[in-house]
């Protein structure tokens, strides 16, 4: 079974500032997948960004990055140049992949982290 | 291309009855999953189904817990006898499936055992 955790349950920065969100997970399998989802507070759960593990390069959504530690087994989330309205939870998530023709596997989630961006 | 939907957003039971909770994938996914959040916590995963058929059921719990998702219409996830422990709320995702694996979620359900 996997796990995820992320050991910040909050953090608090200014706007404009630059925030990593930390997440570690564990697994014996090798062919699998990571995500940041954001969660606002009207708790819809919103797609931040994805890192397929056999991918080197890390993913870059605008002012959204991961740093993928592949052997270390960790998956921070960079967010730069912070604004108000990227104050969420925001939840790191892992899924394997066993491609048989049909989907893939549910999402394995950690407890989350409060992100609050101050004005 | 609407998203995913699901309803009631909030459904109010009282300990013992059933609540039934919809979803409907976005359009051209056949790939629906539920997960449950309690409060504090992060997304627990439930059930993983395709069109008439249950791949994982590995969240599920054992008793009073159901899914389907029929040839027509939207999936529902069904809990019978609810109790206060069933307060949660209930979030569905769906994916096209194949190689096209990322999870949309809509907005949830929110339910209340009184």
């Known amino acids: 079974a996997q796990t995820v955790t992320q050991s910040q349950p909050e953090m608090s920065v200014q706007e404009a500032e630059t925030v990593t969100l930390s997440c570690t997970y564990d697994t014996s399998e090798s062919n699998y997948y990571l995500f940041w989802y954001k969660q606002p507070p009207s708790r819809q759960m919103i797609l931040v960004i994805r890192?397929?593990?056999?991918?080197?390069q890390n993913a870059t959504e605008n002012r959204f990055s991961v740093n993928f530690q592949k052997a270390a087994k960790s998956f921070s989330l960079k967010i730069s140049d912070s604004q108000l309205g990227d104050t969420a939870m925001y939840f790191c998530a892992f899924m394997k992949h066993e491609y048989s023709g049909g989907g893939a596997d549910g999402l394995t989630f950690g407890k989350g982290t409060h992100l609050i961006i101050q004005p | 291309n609407a998203g995913v939907m699901q309803n009631p957003r909030h459904l109010v039971r009282r300990r013992g009855q059933e609540a039934r909770l919809r979803c409907s994938p976005m359009k051209g996914h056949s790939h629906v999953y539920w997960y449950r959040q309690l409060p504090e916590e992060g997304l627990k995963f439930m059930v993983y189904l395709q069109k008439e058929n249950i791949i994982d059921e590995s969240g599920m719990p054992k008793e009073r817990f159901s899914a389907e998702f029929p040839k027509e219409g939207p999936s529902i996830l069904r809990i019978q006898q609810v109790v206060r422990g069933d307060s949660a709320a209930y979030f569905c995702a769906s994916s096209p499936g194949g190689h096209l694996y990322e999870q949309y979620f809509g907005p949830g359900t929110r339910l209340t055992v009184t």
């Open positions: 890192q397929e593990a056999y991918k080197q």
